[in-house]
């Protein structure tokens, strides 16, 4: 991780500013432990640390957050002098104070295989759902009806886009064919999004964290990459709010439905803020549903972001990997008939059609969508129950996330290793995702992504070599490697 500095205010930078009132909210009450300069410093290092505060982000004068948070000004001195002298914050005489990462001197992570007797808690890919390969049989036969033609659908098979539209509106959302572009998985999607709507320097919004592939697809457009908080207790709204007014986004990418990584949920009166914030800001929202159908726990779920809706603004991104199989690849974009054409003409630049009969198959899966879900949620309930029972025998001291639905939890550490302890973990033979993964400038490293799409079991020797692996980090940090992750 290398340490990030900010040009500063007024050299091109991007600094973001945050107010005193906003902060002294993040901070939490007033700190009780004394000295009070310490517990300050120490909130503020925590929330750089956790992505909730993004770097490069001006702090307040000393005068603001000392009435906000109703301490001293020589107490938020002590403060910011605590965070200068332990490099997380850059100061410039007439320019302010701005928030900065300390430098760990840990090179950047490249991709690598698991050798296969590893265990993988890092990708989050469920095995393939009951009755795929009937479903594969059937659409191999219905291949007969198609073979005559040229087989290229630009907008994917007709039959798979009523299937996908039917769903939509069976969840509250009314949709026409018109409305679907199929397309190779979900990321190639979000990637179409990016490349239609972006153009070099545009503001792009993330959450910190999120998944990793998304931000990567608006860089490679040249967008600048701007973030705001999640947690597993769900999203700062004011901040979010705050962030759309400053930054005036071209696009925001939200992952709404059990958040990746985090597994929070969106709840509609929050879901109706961030299109009406999106609407403010004249951004397109890009709104990420792949694991929307994955609800483990009961109850009503909201209904999706486009149903607030009311320019064509919403670009929704599904895919059946999550649902069905990672094999089968097969995703799509929800939008206006206009945008979906557009989005098709730039996708023929890169291909022209998916499989046939994986599409065929998918839409013979997607008539089944009452037994495919009841399984899956009764997988990913053992699933997750098993690993969380493992953590809290075995590591007691992680505080991990209960997600409702999707395909991972969210484990918080108790010191920041989490990059250390998953290149130790590799050499146990198992490989969870370290959290500066899902962030955008080398946070989060007091968490972990661990999915629980392994049987019980499984989970269970996993958790039991990362209790090794975390004692050994402890006494001798390591050098970190990279992966896959989804």
């Given at each position: ?28 009450e ?62 410039r ?10 430098d ?18 890092g ?80 503001e ?55 958040h ?13 803020v961030l ?12 709104v ?66 998916g ?22 949620s ?19 001291d992680?505080?991990p ?17 989490a ?52 004692s ?10 990279g992966?896959?992750?989804?």
């Amino acid at each position: 991780m290398v340490r990030q500095r900010s040009d500063g205010p007024g050299t091109g930078g991007g600094t973001r500013r945050i107010n005193g009132r906003l902060l002294a909210r993040l901070i939490g009450e007033a700190p009780v432990e004394r000295p009070y300069y310490l517990a300050i410093a120490r909130a503020v290092s925590g929330l750089v640390l956790d992505g909730r505060v993004p770097t490069h982000t001006r702090l307040p004068a000393e005068r603001d957050l000392a009435a906000a948070l109703g301490v001293s000004r020589n107490t938020v001195t002590a403060a910011y002098a605590w965070l200068r002298d332990n490099s997380f914050l850059d100061s410039r005489q007439g320019a302010g104070s701005w928030t900065v990462l300390p430098d760990t001197s840990t090179p950047d992570p490249a991709p690598f295989a698991l050798a296969a007797e590893q265990i993988d808690l890092g990708l989050a890919a469920p095995p393939a759902i009951d009755g795929l390969r009937e479903a594969s049989f059937h659409a191999s036969e219905q291949l007969a009806a198609h073979v005559g033609g040229l087989g290229y659908y630009p907008y994917g098979l007709p039959e798979l886009r009523h299937a996908i539209a039917r769903r939509y509106v069976e969840r509250g959302l009314p949709t026409t064919p018109e409305q679907i572009l199929v397309t190779n998985g979900a990321q190639q999607g979000i990637s179409l999004v990016m490349e239609l709507l972006l153009q070099p320097g545009d503001e792009v919004l993330v959450e910190s964290p999120t998944y990793p592939n998304a931000p990567d697809a608006a860089r490679r457009r040249g967008g600048r990459i701007r973030t705001t908080g999640v947690t597993p207790q769900g999203w700062d709204m004011e901040y979010m709010v705050d962030s759309f007014r400053q930054w005036k986004p071209q696009l925001a990418y939200v992952v709404a439905d059990f958040h990746n990584p985090t597994g929070a949920l969106m709840d509609d009166d929050e879901r109706r803020v961030l299109v009406r914030e999106a609407r403010r800001a004249g951004a397109h929202l890009v709104v990420d549903e792949s694991v929307a159908e994955l609800a483990i726990d009961s109850g009503d779920l909201p209904a999706p972001v486009a149903a607030h809706d009311t320019d064509g603004r919403v670009l929704t991104v599904g895919s059946v990997a999550k649902l069905l199989w990672g094999g089968l690849r097969v995703g799509w974009v929800r939008a206006t008939p206009p945008m979906v054409t557009r989005l098709m003409q730039v996708r023929q630049r890169m291909d022209l059609s998916g499989s046939v009969h994986d599409q065929l198959t998918a839409t013979h899966l997607l008539a089944d969508m009452l037994r495919i879900r009841a399984e899956r949620s009764r997988q990913l309930r053992r699933n997750r129950d098993a690993l969380l029972a493992a953590l809290r025998e075995r590591l007691p001291d992680w505080r991990p996330s209960v997600p409702g639905g999707g395909l991972v939890l969210w484990a918080a550490l108790p010191q920041p290793v989490a990059t250390s302890l998953s290149a130790t973990a590799v050499r146990h033979g198992v490989h969870p995702a370290a959290g500066p993964v899902f962030g955008v400038d080398g946070t989060l490293e007091r968490y972990l992504r661990l999915a629980y799409t392994r049987p019980p079991d499984v989970l269970e020797d996993a958790v039991e070599r990362l209790a090794v692996a975390y004692s050994e980090t402890l006494s001798h940090p390591t050098q970190p490697r990279g992966h896959l992750y989804v």
